[in-house]
Nanobody, 126 residues
Framework: QVQLVESGGGLVQAGGSLRLSCAAS????????MGWFRQAPGKEREFVAA????????YYVDSVKGRFTISRDNAKNTVYLQMNSLKPEDTAVYYC???????????????????WGQGTQVTVSS
């Protein structure tokens, strides 16, 4: 069992930055690939970024490439999402998720993730 708690959301102006954190409970964090997703009002949950168990592989949705960076610190049981050059269309609730994957695997869709956090709101004003 893994519990995930996101933090770091808030209100920021367009062009600004935020860093989201997702803290995981338990001693098996390094056994999970991690993902970030987001859901805007009236829209489906959207994949944002994923990182492999070791952190050696990452993947991003096209709309955030070059602006967002996913990283993890296995010693701190935490995954991060650094978000730069934020746009109003990035406004959403952001969720982290854990996938008990193989060492180099990444999952780019919501189906198959084993655990989810409660989400943190990110609002980007124009």
């Amino acid at each position: 069992q893994v519990q995930l708690v996101e933090s770091g959301g808030g209100l920021v102006q367009a062009g600004g930055s935020l860093r989201l954190s997702c803290a995981a409970s338990g001693r098996t964090f390094r056994s999970y690939a991690m993902g970030w997703f987001r859901q805007a009002p009236g829209k489906e949950r959207e994949f944002v970024a994923a990182i492999s168990r070791s952190g050696g592989s990452t993947y991003y949705v096209d709309s955030v490439k070059g602006r967002f960076t996913i990283s993890r610190d296995n010693a701190k049981n935490t995954v991060y999402l650094q978000m730069n050059s934020l746009k109003p269309e990035d406004t959403a609730v952001y969720y982290c998720a854990a996938d008990q994957a193989g060492p180099h695997d990444l999952r780019v869709g919501p189906v198959g993730y084993d655990y989810w956090g409660q989400g943190t709101q990110v609002t980007v004003s124009s």
